[in-house]
């Protein structure tokens, strides 16, 4: 039985993979026709929604990439392993949308001074066919795994997909109205969109590779959580990090009251902190009030 479930979970992985690639495929192959139309049609809407693309394209990449090195196994120069490759590879991303905006939002700014002549209707036909491969590069990464990376690729194409609908809009009220203000207004609003979930994926990031505390776990209740164990007297240097999503860390320096019990503490310890704060890599270090008086009752056994 554990073989097949094996063997599953393995051909799950191998769709997944697959499915991926043709998300990047997709992308990618979309980005282009859309720059090509965006160029040819005059519309700086669906030109940043091109720019956005290509950057949603190197961040389903560095997705994949991350993914792969963050599972290598750990070596004598990397004990903790290569995982934190998923906070570098979000960071990367995050950075790589804030430079796309800043270029869509320079030349949204001379649209607005200097109108240009936009062809509405190749805008409207491309921006249906977005909306269709976005949604359906939505559906596959929504299927895989959730971790930093996979949510920061999952923001992008969610983006993108808004930014899709913002293009038919502009198209539309073009065709309709020949208003062509609507369309460098519409950039600045996918520009919005854009950076409101890069700010929070940048933030996330940071907080990982910066070794703060998890934004689930409270370090005060967990150091009153500790305190609360039988035959802990006191507690310092507490320290609660994330190595990468899910896999969060603790330790601790511990003062006991009574050396005999030592092993009894520490399991206590590992439990009620796996089971009320879920974290399963703890390092606990103990000290007893008194370091020099022996265990009596100890030495007498």
Known sequence: METCSHKHSQLQQLTYKNTAF???VFTVAFGIVEAIFGLWSGSLALLSDAGHMGADALALLLAAFA????RRPTTSKHTYGFGRTEAIASWLSSMLLLVVVIGISIEAIERFRIPHTVASKPVIIVAIIGLVINTITAWILNKGEKNLNTRAALFHVFSD???????LISGTIIYFTNWTLIDPILSIFIC????IGTINLLRESLRILMEGTPTNIDCNKVELTIKSVSGIQTIHDLHIWTLTSGMPLLT???VIEDICLLQKIIDDLRTVIQKEFGITHTTIQVETMNQTSPCIDCNNL
């Open 67 to 70: 993914s792969w090195i963050g």
């Open 252 to 254: 601790a320096h511990v």
């Open 192 to 195: 919005v969109l854009i950076i």
């Open 161 to 167: 997909l808004l930014g899709s609908i913002a293009v």
């Open 22 to 24: 043709y998300a990047v």
